[in-house]
Each structure stands twice: as structure tokens, then as C-alpha cells.
């Protein structure tokens, strides 16, 4: 059903149906659908081409647009924006002033926080808490307990592994920082130094091995030249 004129909070071509409600300062625009049990609400804003369905929320000051997609469970709140092809699936959660877009997927129980970027074909699943400043890119593909943080920069599924000693979560992954890498034990910034030595050794392997740390420094020489 067309709702446009209709609703104050409804405007142009946008579609509300089956159980879904837009209210209090959201506004809805464009040829945006809104369906399921799906909720717009506070200040937050769908337009565009965007479609918001299941038992999806878009509250606070979020922004969905562009052809993006919120289903299931999901929530976009904040001052976050979920735009471009964006899908944004499962029990996911969008916060503070992160950024999802062109044909990245975020799905599972994935919290993107804080200024994190999720963009280009990056995915985004499992229990993965990304937040801080990350940037996640390129066909890189995120996974499981791990958090990433600080100033990452993930730009291939070959830019970050884990490792799960007594219990707990050790997340490596490439990064902006001096030294080209960060890692942290659940969410807790440690040193190579501060690992046994074997594991230390292991570590440093492979980080020199996949994250292209030469390609980076080259990069950054560059930048300063310009």
C-alpha cells in the first residue's frame, strides 16, 4: 500500500504494510518499503530505495538508504548509516556513528560500533565485535568470536586471523598503526612481547606473511611525498 500524503512520517512513493510502523520523528521517503513487524522510529530516517522488513529497527538518529537491506532482528541506531547495495541481516547491531556500504553484508550477532566502516564486498558474521576506527574493505571476510579494533585496516580475509588460548580470543590484524599490526585479547591491547615466546614467534610469522606489511609502508611513503 502507498501511504505517501497520507501519514505524516510517510512521504512520496514509500510502502508501509503487514505489521510494520513508523513513529515518532522518523521519517520514511523515496520508493522505500517498509514490511514485516519492522519498526522506524526516534529521528532516524529510510529513503531512497531501501527496504526494512522482518523484525528489523531503525531508531535513534540511523540512516538507511541508497538499495540497502534490513531484515531479521536487526538494528540500526545511533548516528549510524547502512547505505549503497548494504545488506544488514540476523541479530546484527549498527551503532554509534559507524558506516556499512557499497555490497558489504553484516549478519549473525555482529555489533558494528563506535566509527567502524564496513565497505566495498566486506562481510561480517559470527560473534565479531568491530568498533574504534576499523576499517574493514575489499572481499575481506570477518568471523567468528573475534574483536576488532583501534585503528584496523583489513583489506583481504588475509589481513586478520585469531587464536583461542584458556578461553580466550586473541584477534591479530592488520592495521594504520606503527608496526602495521594490532593485537588485542579480548578487546585487551597486548604486545608480541608480552607473549610467550614460541607463541610470540608464531605470531610474528605470520603477520609477515600476509599483511602486506612492505605494500603498506610503501603506500604511506608515498602519501607523505605528495
Not at 578487546?187 to 605494500?215: H, M, P, S
Amino acid at each position: 500500500m502507498t501511504l505517501g500524503g497520507q501519514m505524516p512520517n510517510i512521504f512520496e512513493e514509500a510502502h508501509l504494510s503487514d505489521n510494520a510502523k513508523v513513529t515518532g520523528d522518523a521519517l520514511v521517503f523515496g520508493h522505500s518499503r517498509i514490511y514485516g513487524n519492522a519498526r522506524i522510529y526516534g529521528d532516524a530516517q529510510v529513503y531512497e530505495d531501501s527496504h526494512v522488513s522482518g523484525n528489523a529497527l531503525v531508531y535513534a538518529n540511523g540512516r538507511v538508504y541508497g538499495t540497502s537491506r534490513i531484515c531479521g532482528e536487526a538494528q540500526v541506531a545511533g548516528q549510524s548509516r547502512v547505505y549503497g547495495d548494504a545488506r544488514v541481516s540476523g541479530n546484527a547491531f549498527i551503532h554509534g556513528q559507524a558506516h556499512i556500504l557499497g555490497s558489504a553484508r553484516v549478519s549473525g550477532s555482529a555489533q558494528i560500533l563506535d566509527a567502524a566502516q564496513i565497505s566495498g564486498d566486506a562481510s561480517v558474521s559470527g560473534n565479531v565485535r568491530i568498533y574504534g576506527n576499523a576499517r574493514i574493505s575489499g572481499d575481506a571476510r570477518v568471523f567468528g568470536d573475534v574483536q576488532i579494533l583501534g585503528q584496523a585496516l583489513i583489506e583481504s580475509s588475509q589481513h586478520w586471523f585469531s587464536l583461542t588460548q584458556g578461553g580466550e580470543t586473541m584477534s591479530i590484524y592488520r592495521s594504520t598503526r606503527p608496526g602495521g599490526f594490532e593485537i588485542n585479547i579480548e578487546g585487551q591491547e597486548v604486545t608480541i612481547e608480552l607473549l610467550d615466546e614460541d607463541l610470540g614467534r608464531f605470531v610474528q610469522r605470520t603477520i609477515e606473511a600476509n599483511f602486506d606489511l612492505a605494500k603498506k609502508k610503501g603506500a604511506q611513503i608515498s602519501a607523505l611525498r605528495r
